[in-house]
């Protein structure tokens, strides 16, 4: 069940940037600060993997593929997560999905949003 609202995917050439964002709707979600969030993706014909992480506090993880170049951030007053993406490389073609958990509640997941990179 869909319940994450992902959007700000798109195609890009190689060494661009794209900014990705994911709500948690109002009427879902009543409360966004306690949630840690997370964004995944999913290439075509590979397993979803974790792709960057940040806690309820702000910590933050990276896969190291994307470390140095990808950056997790979020803002609770918009119940919002970002993933900034820049120096985009053709292996981050993807579907990106959002995830929303708590240690007793989710995942939740988004619909997801398709990144394609070109060369």
């Known amino acids: 069940q869909v319940q994450l609202v992902e959007s700000g995917g798109g195609l890009v050439q190689a060494g661009g940037s794209l900014r990705l964002s994911c709500r948690a709707p109002?009427?879902?979600?009543?409360?966004?600060?306690?949630?840690?969030m997370a964004w995944y993706r999913q290439a075509p014909e590979k397993q979803r993997e974790l792709v960057a992480t940040?806690?309820?506090?702000?910590?933050?993880t990276y896969a190291d593929a994307v470390k140095g170049r990808f950056t997790i951030s979020r803002d609770n007053s918009r119940k919002t997560v970002y993933l900034q993406m820049n120096n985009l490389k053709l292996e981050d073609t993807a579907v990106y999905y959002c995830?929303?958990?708590?240690?007793?509640?989710?995942?939740?997941w988004g619909q997801g949003t398709q990144v394609t990179v070109s060369s």
């Open positions: 940040i806690t309820s506090g702000s910590t933050t």
């Open positions: 995830s929303a958990y708590t240690a007793s509640e989710g995942p939740y």
């Open positions: 109002r009427a879902i979600f009543s409360v966004f600060a306690p949630l840690n």
